[in-house]
Every structure is written in structure tokens, then in C-alpha cells.
């Protein structure tokens, strides 16, 4: 079984993206909706970020705009809430991984906004980089409701730029060009991993094990 990583920066495409893959049969795993998931009334996360971060609780789950004024107005509390969410994603990842293998799935992607900023990519026999021009990104996350320039700026700015995205990727699909254009890269991709004469190129010395 074939295990990718899928990132790219904010604008980017990248949910359309893994959305395409699990279309054309891959299994993919979300991060994101992972997180939401674990801060939703009866999250494992409810708990222990409520109590790190009293006021980000709300009716029994975690108010995501609450939790972000919480950690802009403290340096360190993203450390904190990285070392409360980070092993709960993990977990998650992990059963997601044996539940693929178990069933004889091919290819597996894990959707990883921050693969990159995190290390994830250690682990991984591929990683999928999710690009578009510079102008392209701007104007997709400007017509967000209430983005503005400047918010946009610190978002881009805590992310590993574009450039070097590409230049650590494997793939990088270009989503500046169309829906269609995308979706041919896509399964590109897929039939390339799923060569039997492909051979992952990020292996680490001894069996790849998924990370806890």
C-alpha cells in the first residue's frame, strides 16, 4: 500500500484536490475535518484544550474563533496546543492507515495542510504538493467572507513558501489551469504509485512505520 502526503498553501486547491483523489479511488484522510471533529461536543479535544484554554469552550466543544484570539494573544500557546491535538490527529491517522490495509486499499493520501511545518513528510512514500500562480491563490482566498490583506499575510506568512513546496514535492499539481487540467494530474499521479515498477523514493532505513 502506497501512503501520500498532500499539502499546499492556503488558496491553493488543495481540498478540491483531495477530493479528487477519493473520486478516483484513493483513501484519503483530512486533517482539518479531523480537528473539527475532535473539537465538536464529545471530541477526545474537548477536554484538555477546554482546560489549557478555558475560554475557547463553548456548550461543551471548542469555539474555533475563540481558541485563534486565545492564541494570537500568547506566543506560546500554539506549542501548547500542538502537544494537546497533535497525538490526537495522530492517532486518527493511524487507525485511518491500518483500517485502509486491512480492507487491501492501494493507495492511501493523507490531506496535511501543514506537512511540511510539521515534519509529516518523513514518514511518507510520496508527498503531493497542490499549486496555483501567485495572482491565482490571492484572488481565491481574497473572496473568502471577511479575509482581508492583512490576514491573509499572516496566514501565508506562517506557512513554508510555495517555492519550496514544490521544490521538496514529488508531484505538484497545478491547479492554476482548471478543474479538468487538475484531475488529469491526479490520476497521473495514481497510475505512476501504482506502477509495480515504482519505487518510493522517501523510504527511511529499515520498514516505514506510520509515526504516533
Do not use: C
Not at 51 to 70: C, H, V, Y
Not at 173 to 198: C, E, F, K, Y
Request: proline content about 6%; glycine content about 8%; overall charge negative.
Amino acid at each position: 500500500m502506497i501512503v501520500l502526503g498532500l499539502t499546499g498553501s492556503i488558496g491553493m486547491g488543495k481540498s478540491t484536490t483531495a477530493q479528487m483523489f477519493a473520486e478516483e479511488g484513493a483513501w484519503v484522510h483530512d486533517a482539518d475535518e479531523t480537528v473539527h471533529r475532535l473539537y465538536a461536543q464529545g471530541g477526545e479535544a474537548v477536554g484538555p484544550v477546554g482546560s489549557a484554554f478555558p475560554d475557547a469552550l463553548k456548550d461543551g466543544a471548542i469555539d474555533r474563533q475563540a481558541l485563534a484570539a486565545e492564541l494570537a494573544a500568547d506566543p506560546g500557546a500554539l506549542r501548547r496546543l500542538e502537544a494537546i491535538v497533535h497525538p490526537l490527529v495522530a492517532r486518527s491517522r493511524d487507525t485511518f492507515i491500518d483500517n485502509a490495509r486491512k480492507t487491501g486499499a492501494r493507495v492511501v493520501v493523507l490531506d496535511v495542510p501543514l506537512l511540511f511545518e510539521t515534519g509529516g513528510e518523513q514518514v511518507l512514500d510520496a508527498v503531493v504538493v497542490v499549486s496555483a500562480p501567485h495572482d491565482v491563490q490571492r484572488r481565491r482566498v481574497m473572496e473568502r467572507p471577511g479575509m482581508t490583506a492583512e490576514r491573509l499575510d499572516a496566514l501565508v506568512a506562517r506557512q513554508t513558501p510555495d517555492a519550496e513546496k514544490r521544490a521538496r514535492a514529488d508531484f505538484v499539481v497545478d491547479t492554476g489551469q482548471g478543474l479538468n487540467h487538475a484531475r488529469a494530474q491526479v490520476r497521473q499521479i495514481l497510475a505512476t504509485v501504482s506502477d509495480p515498477a515504482w519505487r518510493p523514493a522517501r523510504h527511511l532505513a529499515g520498514p516505514r512505520e506510520p509515526s504516533h
